[in-house]
């Protein structure tokens, strides 16, 4: 298989994960259980955690290494500009999370399926992004990524897009949406992933010296939305056991996932 046909099958892999998860509208008659969507947003939380560290971070400071760089020094700077972007992204996009009824970002008017739709599309940047930038690291040649690599990076994304397609359409249905118009919802929420994807993978093209840093910025940008919105869902109201569980499940998924197949 050509490199090619790889960063393509990587680009759309995740995006199908979020279509078919959106897609539950059309076989679900209510709700998705609160248990269970707790366990599959801690499951999304521990799969992002693991691909910022196997897939992003120690490829990082391999390169760097190999390049006659400090070891840690892309990753560190990287990492907390990836932080500080999401941070400035967090702060101006109007976008309301699941577990609250009080909007961040700046003051809108925009209704509340508009804004949870803008809370996960701010999240499916960093995602994109990484996908993104570990297929530069395969058409670049770098032989600290390797096609088996970025593809396990992509299964794990869409593993966890899944459930995000279903936590985004899901709840619209029983807020007046045709199940049409929530499933639409849930796949252009996703929409942002291959265009993140594509937009890292020409940036690094031009600029392939800052393949570390930005494979660290990814990193960076994905803890943020750990940290920030998918931790605090697990662990607010009953049950945050179960969002633990699906932590740790995740982590591990990933982990296998990236071993196994890089």
Known sequence: MSNMNIVLIGIAIPFLGTTLGAAMVFLLKKEMNAVVQKALVG??????????????????????????????LPAAVGFMIGILFLLFLDSVIPHL?????QPEGRKSTLGKSTMMFLAVTLHNIPEGMAVGV??????SGNTSITA?????????????????????????????????????????????????????????????????????FAAGA????????????TQSGSHSNIGTIGVALGMVVMMILDVALG
């Open 43 to 72: 499951f999304a939380a521990g799969v992002m955690i693991a691909a910022s560290i196997w897939s992003l971070l120690i490829p990082s400071m391999e390169m760097a290494e190999a390049s006659g760089l400090i070891a840690w």
């Open 97 to 101: 999370h699941m577990d609250t009824d």
């Open 134 to 139: 570990v297929l530069a690291g395969v058409l």
């Open 148 to 216: 088996a690599s970025a593809l396990a990076l992509a299964i794990g994304i869409a593993i966890q897009n899944f459930p995000e397609g279903a936590i985004v359409s899901m709840p619209l249905l029983g807020n007046g949406f045709s199940k049409p118009k929530a499933f639409a919802y849930g796949f252009f929420s996703g929409a942002v992933e291959p265009i993140a994807a594509v937009i890292t993978i020409l940036l690094t093209s031009m600029i392939e010296p800052v393949l570390p840093y930005i494979l660290s």
């Open 222 to 233: 994905m803890i943020y939305v750990v940290v920030e919105e998918l931790i605090p869902e």
